[in-house]
């Protein structure tokens, strides 16, 4: 039987020109610098490693959700959704672009509205001019429901844009990095449909609103709540949310402070489902968590509905 020559030097498996004399721990093939993978105890080669994460349990947060999270994809991805609309809205609006930017409420600081928010900015109602008389029109009572979801993704000129997302990255990202992914997309989107729902209960017809504010004060409450769960202190984010209260009330004719009230509600409940659910029980509680608010929410929604009065009559 021959031999190898006693002088052979071994190369990697996977880039031959390569001279090696690092093994795989697992497998016991050469592997090369960019091939290798620091182990617990000596280094693994690609195949490895990866048939190694099919049967290794992934890394969970306090809250059962994935460490993903701690990257802030959904939070980026939410923010360019909302640049992206207002975009949009902007190219609707034509010659009338500026108006988008600016030139309305608060001395100019607003927004006025565009195309895009004449289709999905939240109108209760309408009611005739003056009067009380119901309107048919491109209302939530009229069964435009989607103005609920739409409206959070709306904004009313770049100050509103800029202010609300700043607040989304702020808070945002400490949220998703302590719920995961998934747990803080149903949190946003259910924050916003809660201020949405108050808006529909307690506006005046007539106005419509946008914003994704219902879904920020959302993410207020359910920051204060999971860093109570962490006994984390809270002290740094009560005095902001006591001035975004402070400036809802005192400019109420240009902030809706139904949606702010609505999400910070909102936030608070799922938060608390989502924290202080059993270990053992979490992802089931978490989920009727979910669909509970839902369902509260769509029987607040129907419970306004029953309240509009009809196409024709005196309100």
């Avoid at 031959?16 to 960019?34: F, K, Q």
């Avoid at 609103?209 to 409450?221: K, L, P, V």
């Avoid at 978490?286 to 029987?299: N, R």
């Amino acid at each position: 039987m021959t031999q190898p020559p006693a002088n052979v030097v071994p190369v990697c498996y996977r880039h031959t020109d390569r001279e090696t004399y690092v093994r795989c721990t697992r497998c016991d093939r050469p592997i090369c610098p960019d091939c290798m993978t620091e182990a617990s105890v000596g280094f693994q080669c690609p195949e490895c490693v990866r048939e190694g994460g099919k049967t290794q349990r992934q890394a969970r947060t306090a809250f059962g959700g994935s460490q993903a999270g701690a990257a802030g994809t959904v939070t980026i991805t939410l923010i360019v959704i909302n640049v992206l609309v207002f975009i949009i809205g902007i190219i609707s609006a034509g010659r009338q672009a500026a108006d988008g930017l600016g030139g309305g409420g608060l001395g100019g600081l607003l927004g006025g509205s565009t195309p895009l928010h004449d289709f999905g900015a939240e109108v209760p109602y309408f009611t005739a001019r003056g009067s009380g008389v119901r309107l048919a029109g491109d209302s939530v009572a009229d069964g435009d429901w989607y103005q609920l979801f739409t409206a959070m993704f709306l904004h009313y000129g770049l100050l509103h844009l800029a202010m609300n997302m700043w607040a989304l990255w702020i808070l945002g990202r400490p949220l998703e990095a302590a719920l995961g992914r998934v747990r803080f997309l149903a949190l946003y989107l259910l924050c916003g449909l809660g201020g949405g729902v108050l808006v529909f209960l307690l506006s005046a017809p007539n106005v419509p609103s946008a914003g994704a504010s219902g879904a920020i004060f959302g993410m207020f409450s359910a920051l204060i709540v999971v860093l109570r769960k962490m006994k984390l202190s809270v002290a740094s984010i009560i005095p902001v949310l006591i001035f975004n209260l402070v400036v809802t009330f005192s400019f109420s004719g240009y902030i809706s402070w139904q949606a702010h009230v609505g999400g910070l509600i909102t936030g608070a409940i799922v938060a608390a489902g989502f924290a202080y659910a059993p270990p053992k029980q979490r992802t089931p509680i978490q989920v009727a968590t979910v669909l509970g608010t839902l369902l509260l929410l769509g029987i607040l929604l129907g419970v306004g509905l029953a309240n509009v009065p009809a196409v024709g009559t005196a309100a």
